[in-house]
C-alpha cells in the first residue's frame, strides 16, 4: 500500500494512509472511498470515540439507516451527553461500510467519550490553559486510561523513531496564534478570493470528478494546505486537539504495530499535519496523563437531516444536508434530478410547474455558473433558477423548498439490537403497540379517550411529559372541548433519546419510571399548587401507585397551608383533575374530599384575605376569585348530596364582596358581575349597586376599578353593555361626569378595560353612545328603539335560524329539542 509522506504528495510506503476529509462532505465521501478502493488497507482507523467499536457491526444491518448518531452518555449522569452524527454522505460513514464490506476491521481512535464527557465538567482545561468551554467537537472511548504500551521509543507514523523533539517551525503552545477560533475552510476560502466557504468548498471539491488514477491527489492538496494553516495559526484556538492528536498518534502506532503499515486513517483534515509528525511518545503520553473519566455508555440513535444542520458532534453542521445527500446519491446530471424534485415538490403544494420550467431553470442554473465563473452550478445558482423559474420571483415557495428539500426531515433509522437503556426498550414497544411513530416533522394527533387505543396513547404521553420527554405538547383542540377528546403536538427529536436515558434512573419501564417521579416530585414539592397540579397529571397519566402518595402530601400541604391565595390558586386544578379522573374511570373519592375541604377553607378565608389590598394585590385576587368560581361550579356538577350547598355558600361569599368597602372595587365589581351571570342577583339589583358606585360620592379611581373588575378581563362584559342599554347609561353618565383632575388618573384603567373588547363590540358600544340617552331603546328614555330596531323582537326572524341552529347543535325535533331552540331564537 502506498501512502502520503507529507504536504508534498510524495509516495513513501513506510507511512500510513492519512485521508483528510471534511465532515459530512459528500466529495469527501467519494474521495475515501476511491481512495479506500485504490490502496485496499489491511485496517480502517477513524476518527470517533473507541467504545463506539463494538458497535461498528451494526452499521451492516439492513435496519440501520443513516442518518444516525453515536450516542454517549455518563451512566451516573445521563444529562451529560454527546453525539456522533453520520450521514449516508459522511466519510466516515462510507469508511466504516467499505471496511465491513470487505472484511477489513475498522476502528475508531479518537479520545474516549469517558475522558471527553469528564471533560466537560472539570478535566484538563486548567492544565492545559484552557477557558473550559465545551468544544464544539467531543470525541471518545472508554477502553483505557490513554496511555499506550510501555518500553522504549517507537516508530511513529511515518516510521521513524520517536525520541526526537517537535519538528522546528511548530508554535508554542499558548502563544498568541493559539487565541483565534480558526475555521480552516474559511481562511482557504478567504485566500482563494471567496466571500462564501460553502462556495468554494463546493467548486475545488464537490463539483471535482472522483476518478480512480488520482484518487490520493486531493488528500495530498489538502494535506500541504491544513499544513500552511497549522503552521500559520497553530491549533487554531482549538486547544483540546493537542490531547486528542496525542491519544490518535497512540492508537495509530497500536494499529501498525498489529496490522503493519498497511493502515489507513480517516480523519478531520485540519487533524493531518498533527498526526505526520514525528512526535517522541513519551510527549504524547505525558498530555493524556491524569486526564478525568467517568463511566460512560454507547449506542447508535436515529438523527435527523435537519439536526445535520447545526453544529454538533464534530462540530461539522452544515447548512444544506439534503443538497449534500442528492449530490452523494445523484450518479449523474445532479442539477437537473434536483430540480426535477423541486418541481415535484411545488405540484404537490398545488403550483403549476411543467417540464418546460424544468429545462428553463435547469439553463439558467448553468448560464449563472458561467457568469460566475464556476465550473458547475451549486445550491445557489439552482436557488436563483428556481426563484426566477418556478417560484415568479417569490421567496414564499422557496423557503419550502429549502425546509423540505435543501435541509429535509429525513429520520434514520436503528436495529432493534442496538444497545438501549430498559426504559428506551419499553417506549419502543409501546409505540409499535400503540400504533405511534416517532416523526420528525410536526404533526397533530386528535385522541377520543372513549376509545382504547387513544386512551393508551394518552397515558403514554401524559407519562413521558412527567418524566420530561417532550416528545408531544397539548394543544388546543379545534373540534369538542370535552373532557373525553384531546389534542396533541407531537414531533421526534433525536435529543430526546438523551432525555430517556436521563429518565432511565427512575425505572426500566415508562410506567414504572413515571410512577417514582411523581412521587419524589410530590415528597419535593414546596407550594400547594404544585402537589395540586402534580395530582392533575397523575390523573391523566393513570398512575394510580403514586396517587396514594400525591393525596397524602397533598392533604398535608393543605392543611398547613393558611394563605388564602395558594388555597385558591391550587383548587381549579384539584377540580380539573376529578373531571379528569370521571373521564377515565379512575376513583377520586379521596381527591373529592380533599377538593371540598379545599373549597370551604378559601369560603371562610377569602373576605378577610380581599381586604386592604393594593392594586396589584387587588388584581391577583380578583383572578383567584375568577378561578374558584369556575372550580365552584365543576366541583357542584359532579357533587353529591353531602357537596350539594358548594355554590349556595360561594354566593353568600360573593354577597359579602360586593357589600365591603374595605374590599377594593376591581373585586366588588367582580363579585356583582359572577353573581349577576349566575343568576343569583336581578339586572335591576346589579344596576343599583352600579349607580351606587358610580355616584359622584366615589372616588374617580375607584369607580373605575368598580367596572373594570364587573366588565373587564376578558369576561364578556362588553356584550353585557352592548344589550343592556341601562348599565351603558350608566357607564355613559359617570364618565361623562368625572372632574377633568381625575380624568387621567382613570382612563388607564378605563382604556385597559375597554381595549380588551373585540372591535366589532367596542364599534357598536361607540354607535350606541353617540346616538345619545334618546336613542338607546325605550327602557332608558321610554321612547321608540334606535333605528333599524324595533322596541319588540320579531318572532318570526328568530324562527328563521332554528333549522340552521338544529344543525350545528345536532339537535332532533322529536325529542323536543326544536322547541327549545325556538325559546333560543326568540
Not at 575 to 582: C, E, F, K, N, S
Not at 701 to 710: C, N, S, T, Y
Not at 805 to 810: K, Q, S, T
Amino acid at each position: 500500500m502506498t501512502g502520503v509522506d507529507g504536504p508534498s504528495g510524495a509516495a513513501a510506503d513506510e507511512g500510513p494512509l492519512l485521508l483528510g476529509v471534511r465532515h459530512h462532505g459528500p466529495g469527501s465521501a467519494r474521495a475515501v472511498r476511491a481512495a479506500l478502493d485504490s490502496a485496499r488497507p489491511r485496517a480502517v482507523l477513524i476518527e470517533g470515540p473507541p467504545e463506539a467499536d463494538p458497535l461498528v457491526p451494526l452499521a451492516a444491518d439492513e435496519e440501520m439507516r443513516p442518518p444516525v448518531a453515536l450516542l454517549a452518555h455518563a451512566v451516573d449522569e445521563p444529562g451529560r451527553s454527546a453525539f456522533w452524527p453520520l450521514a449516508e454522505f459522511s466519510p466516515e460513514w462510507v469508511a466504516i461500510r467499505w471496511a465491513l464490506e470487505h472484511g477489513v476491521p475498522a476502528r475508531f481512535i479518537d479520545l474516549p467519550a469517558a475522558h471527553t464527557l469528564a471533560w466537560e465538567g472539570d478535566g484538563p482545561a486548567s492544565r492545559q490553559g484552557e477557558t473550559g468551554e465545551a468544544e464544539p467537537e467531543p470525541s471518545a472511548d472508554g477502553r483505557g486510561d490513554g496511555a499506550g504500551p510501555t518500553g522504549a521509543a517507537e516508530p511513529g507514523p511515518d516510521g521513524e523513531p520517536e525520541d526526537g523533539e517537535p519538528e522546528d517551525g511548530e508554535p508554542e503552545d499558548g502563544g498568541p496564534q493559539d487565541t483565534v477560533r480558526v475555521d480552516p475552510i474559511a481562511v482557504l476560502a478567504r485566500t482563494a478570493g471567496y466571500d462564501d466557504p460553502e462556495r468554494w468548498w463546493e467548486d475545488v471539491v464537490e463539483h471535482r470528478g472522483a476518478g480512480t488514477a488520482d484518487a490520493l491527489a486531493p488528500f495530498a492538496v489538502l494535506e500541504e494546505a491544513m499544513g500552511a494553516l497549522r503552521e500559520a495559526y497553530g491549533t487554531g484556538g482549538h486547544e483540546r486537539d493537542l490531547v486528542r492528536e496525542a491519544y490518535m498518534r497512540l492508537q495509530v502506532r497500536a494499529a501498525r504495530r498489529e496490522f503493519g503499515r498497511d493502515v489507513a486513517v480517516v480523519c478531520g483534515a485540519w487533524h493531518v499535519p498533527a498526526l505526520r509528525r514525528r512526535t517522541p511518545v513519551a510527549a504524547d503520553r505525558a498530555l493524556l496523563k491524569g486526564l478525568p473519566r467517568v463511566k460512560a455508555d454507547m449506542t447508535w440513535v436515529p438523527w435527523t437531516h435537519r439536526r445535520l444542520s447545526r453544529a454538533s458532534g464534530y462540530g461539522a453542521g452544515i447548512d444544506s444536508p439534503g443538497w449534500y445527500g442528492h449530490l452523494f446519491a445523484a450518479s449523474d446530471r445532479p442539477v437537473e434530478r434536483w430540480l426535477t424534485r423541486v418541481a415535484g415538490l411545488l405540484r404537490e403544494e398545488g403550483r403549476i410547474v411543467s417540464s418546460a420550467h424544468v429545462i428553463e431553470a435547469v439553463r439558467l442554473a448553468g448560464t449563472l455558473a458561467a457568469l460566475r465563473g464556476r465550473p458547475l452550478p451549486g445550491l445557489s445558482e439552482t436557488t436563483d433558477a428556481v426563484r426566477a423559474v418556478m417560484c415568479e420571483g417569490s421567496d414564499v415557495p422557496l423557503a419550502l423548498v429549502h425546509d423540505r428539500l435543501v435541509v429535509g426531515d429525513v429520520l434514520g433509522e436503528v436495529p432493534v439490537s442496538a444497545p438501549a437503556v430498559p426504559l428506551q426498550r419499553d417506549l419502543t414497544r409501546l409505540q409499535k403497540r400503540l400504533r405511534l411513530k416517532p416523526e420528525p416533522q410536526e404533526r397533530e394527533l386528535e385522541l377520543d379517550l372513549r376509545r382504547e387505543t387513544d386512551a393508551g396513547r394518552s397515558r403514554l404521553l401524559h407519562r413521558l411529559r412527567l418524566l420530561g420527554i417532550g416528545w408531544g405538547e397539548p394543544a388546543v383542540s379545534r373540534g369538542s372541548t370535552g373532557t373525553f377528546r384531546e389534542t396533541w403536538r407531537l414531533r421526534w427529536d433525536p435529543e430526546l433519546a438523551v432525555r430517556v436515558a436521563e429518565a432511565g434512573v427512575w425505572g426500566t419501564t415508562v410506567l414504572g419510571a413515571a410512577t417514582a417521579k411523581a412521587e419524589a416530585e410530590a415528597v419535593a414539592a414546596q407550594a400547594l399548587a404544585e402537589v395540586t397540579a402534580l395530582a392533575e397529571r397523575c390523573l391523566r397519566a393513570e398512575l394510580s401507585d403514586a396517587l396514594p402518595v400525591v393525596m397524602r402530601v397533598l392533604a398535608d400541604r393543605a392543611a398547613l397551608d393558611a394563605d388564602v391565595g395558594h388555597l385558591a390558586q391550587a383548587l381549579p386544578a384539584l377540580v380539573r383533575a376529578l373531571r379528569y379522573g370521571d373521564v377515565r374511570g379512575t376513583d377520586t373519592r379521596a381527591l373529592a374530599e380533599v377538593a371540598t375541604g379545599l373549597a370551604e377553607r378559601v369560603f371562610v378565608g377569602l373576605p378577610p384575605a380581599c381586604a386592604a389590598l393594593d392594586a396589584e394585590a387587588a388584581e391577583e385576587m380578583r383572578r383567584h376569585l375568577d378561578a374558584v368560581h369556575g372550580a365552584v361550579g365543576l366541583l357542584e356538577e359532579g357533587a353529591g348530596a353531602a357537596r350539594g350547598g358548594l355554590r349556595v355558600r360561594w354566593c353568600s361569599v360573593l354577597r359579602v364582596l360586593s357589600g365591603r368597602d374595605t374590599v377594593p372595587g376591581v373585586i366588588r365589581g367582580r363579585a356583582v358581575r359572577l353573581l349577576l351571570d349566575d343568576g343569583e342577583l336581578a339586572q335591576a339589583e346589579s344596576a343599583r349597586l352600579m349607580g351606587l358606585v358610580l355616584s359622584p360620592g366615589t372616588a374617580p379611581a375607584d369607580a373605575a376599578a368598580w367596572i373594570e373588575g364587573f366588565v373587564g378581563g376578558g369576561s364578556g362584559g362588553g356584550m353585557l353593555l352592548v344589550h343592556d342599554e341601562r348599565l351603558l347609561g350608566l357607564v355613559d353618565a359617570w364618565l361623562t361626569g368625572v372632574p377633568a383632575d381625575a380624568f387621567t388618573d382613570v382612563l388607564p384603567l378605563l382604556r385597559r378595560t375597554f381595549s380588551a373588547y373585540e372591535p366589532g363590540v367596542r364599534r357598536t358600544l361607540g354607535e350606541l353612545v353617540r346616538r345619545g340617552p334618546g336613542a338607546r331603546g325605550g327602557a332608558v328614555a321610554g321612547g321608540s328603539g334606535p333605528s333599524g330596531f324595533a322596541v319588540e323582537r320579531d318572532a318570526g326572524r328568530a324562527d328563521a335560524v332554528v333549522p340552521v341552529l338544529r344543525l350545528l347543535l345536532g339537535a332532533d325535533a322529536a325529542d323536543g329539542g326544536a322547541d327549545d331552540l325556538v325559546g333560543v331564537g326568540r
